[in-house]
């Protein structure tokens, strides 16, 4: 079994910056790729950026080049650097990974969200 825990969500304003963490626990055998999305209010749930197991990374035109994602094996942890924040960036944040597992499988897994609120 693997949990996926995200923090670094909170209030900022537009301009400011936050950095998100997700960190897999349990037994994780291998971190393949591993994505953010988001959820605004009344929105479709959104791919906003994603690493590989090579740390290859890619991202929606909106966010790219203000959002940065990277991950430390060592750690079982991605992260989402967040500048340039905007009040359309305001959404609940979501970690998912494709993780090898205890069954020796690889399968999917969700964080529990984290809240990102940016002011004008």
């Known amino acids: 079994q693997v949990q996926l825990v995200e923090s670094g969500g909170g209030l900022v304003q537009a301009g400011g910056s936050l950095r998100l963490s997700c960190v897999a626990s349990g037994t994780v055998f291998k971190i393949n790729d591993m994505y953010w999305y988001r959820q605004a209010p009344g929105k479709q749930r959104e791919l906003v950026a994603v690493?590989?197991?090579?740390?290859?990374?890619d991202y929606v035109d909106s966010v790219k080049g203000r959002f940065t994602i990277s991950r430390d094996n060592a750690k079982n942890t991605v992260y989402l650097q967040m500048s340039s924040l905007k009040p359309e960036d305001t959404a609940v944040y979501y970690c998912?990974?494709?993780?090898?597992?205890?069954?020796?499988?690889?399968?999917?897994?969700w964080g529990q969200g984290t809240q990102v609120t940016v002011s004008s």
């Open positions: 998912n990974g494709n993780i090898v597992d205890h069954t020796a499988r690889a399968h999917e897994y």
């Open positions: 690493i590989e197991s090579d740390s290859s990374t």
